[in-house]
C-alpha cells in the first residue's frame, strides 16, 4: 500500500507539471521496458539531473527506486516481482502506473532514442 500511495503522489506531482494532452499521446505506446538516457544521475535523495540539458526533476522514494531498477537494466517484470514480493500490489495497478511513469519519462525526453 505504502507504495501505491507514493507513486499516486509522484504521478500527480509530474502530471500537474504536462498538460493532459501531454500525458494521452503517450498512453498508446505500450512498452514496458523502459530504457533510460545512460547519462542521467540520480542522488538519494530523488534529484534527477539530466546533463544533457540541465535539467532536473525530483522523484518521490517509490519514482526514486525504480528509476535505479531500470538504470540497472531490469524489465518491468522484474521490478514488479521484487517489489510485489515485498508489498501489496496488483500486476494491473503496477503496470498502469509504469505506463504512466514512462509516459512521463519520454515527454521530458528522459528515455533513451531507440
Not at 20 to 29: H, R, T, W, Y
Not at 57 to 85: C, M, P, R, V
Not at 106 to 114: I, V
Request: overall charge negative; aromatic content about 12%; charged content about 30%.
Amino acid at each position: 500500500m505504502f507504495y501505491e500511495a507514493a507513486f499516486e503522489q509522484f504521478f500527480l506531482y509530474l502530471k500537474r507539471k504536462l498538460s493532459e494532452s501531454d500525458v494521452s499521446k503517450f498512453e498508446g505506446d505500450d512498452s514496458m521496458d523502459l530504457k533510460i538516457k545512460p547519462v542521467l544521475r540520480a542522488n538519494d535523495l530523488g534529484t534527477l539531473f539530466d546533463p544533457e540539458t540541465g535539467d532536473s526533476y525530483t522523484l518521490n522514494e517509490s519514482g526514486l527506486l525504480i528509476l535505479k531498477k531500470l538504470q540497472a537494466g531490469q524489465t518491468s517484470d522484474e521490478i514488479f516481482a521484487e517489489l510485489s514480493a515485498d508489498y501489496d500490489l496488483k500486476k494491473e495497478d503496477f503496470d498502469r502506473m509504469i505506463l504512466d511513469f514512462g509516459s512521463l519519462l519520454k515527454s521530458f525526453q528522459l528515455l533513451q532514442d531507440e
